[in-house]
């Protein structure tokens, strides 16, 4: 399990795929995939030239917070947040560069890109990453937090990957929006938590792209909520961002 346990201190680094925005092979996708990218603006993403998020976790009396400027046609990266004793820290580095940055940029800082960048993208993950990883449609289903039933889509991840063999399970409505979301560690010895049930709430728009800006739900059956704040979205050829309402 390559680049385990490098997140501890949080205890809640769990969505970290390898690969961001790589292009799929040839093998064909479940027809829901991109229905699904395709709701949260997969067709205009070639539009957008920068992304800027902040990722907020309340679990456990912890609370922590890392913002970004994500420029995904270059790699580029800008990150905001605090070190380990609490002091301010502000980086910025290319993905496709890391060779030449320092541990703590290489070793932690990009773990928390992915992390955060793969809770904030789930939806274009599921596409992007599929068919490297096993993506199901499984019909209808019972919701696991809320009442009724929804489409589940669920996607593994075999061999890639920090943590192969984790599962998340997507409950789509009539929209395709995610409503739900649950998460099944696959690594048994890791120290992520092995179950985490949330709800995908808060929808926003910014520019061409949707985004889910609030997760409540619970981790290891103890209360935990992931939210986005300041989220917004500039355009090739414009030096406006465009605020998500």
């Not at 790699?75 to 380990?84: A, L, P, Q, R, T």
């Not at 992390?115 to 499984?138: C, E, I, R, T």
């Amino acid at each position: 399990m390559p680049k385990s346990g490098r997140l501890t201190s949080t205890g809640f680094m769990v969505f970290a795929i390898l690969v961001l925005a790589t292009t799929s092979s040839a093998q064909t996708r479940p027809p829901v995939v991109e229905q699904l990218a395709k709701t949260y603006g997969l067709d205009s993403f070639g539009q957008v030239e920068a992304v800027r998020y902040t990722f907020n976790l309340q679990r456990s009396g912890l609370n922590l917070s890392h913002s970004w400027v994500w420029e995904p046609k270059t790699g580029k990266v800008s990150y905001e947040g605090k070190d380990k004793d609490g002091k301010p820290v502000k980086v910025t580095f290319v993905q496709s560069e890391l060779n030449g940055e320092s541990p703590v940029v290489k070793d932690r800082i990009d773990w928390f890109f992915v992390n955060d960048n793969y809770w904030m993208f789930l939806p274009f993950h599921v596409y992007w990453d599929s068919p490297g990883a096993d993506v199901q449609d499984k019909g209808m289903q019972k919701l696991p937090l809320g009442k009724g039933s929804a489409k589940l889509i669920v996607m593994q991840y075999s061999k890639a990957g920090y943590t192969p063999g984790d599962t998340w399970d997507l409950y789509l409505g009539p929209d395709n929006r995610i409503e739900e979301m649950v998460y099944h560690r696959g690594d048994p010895k890791s120290t992520v938590p092995g179950l985490i049930k949330v709800t995908w709430a808060s929808y926003k728009k910014a520019g061409p792209l949707l985004f889910s800006t609030e997760h409540r739900g619970t981790a290891d059956g103890k209360p935990v909520r992931v939210f986005f704040s300041n989220v917004a979205v500039k355009l090739v050829g414009s030096d406006s961002w465009l605020d998500a309402h």
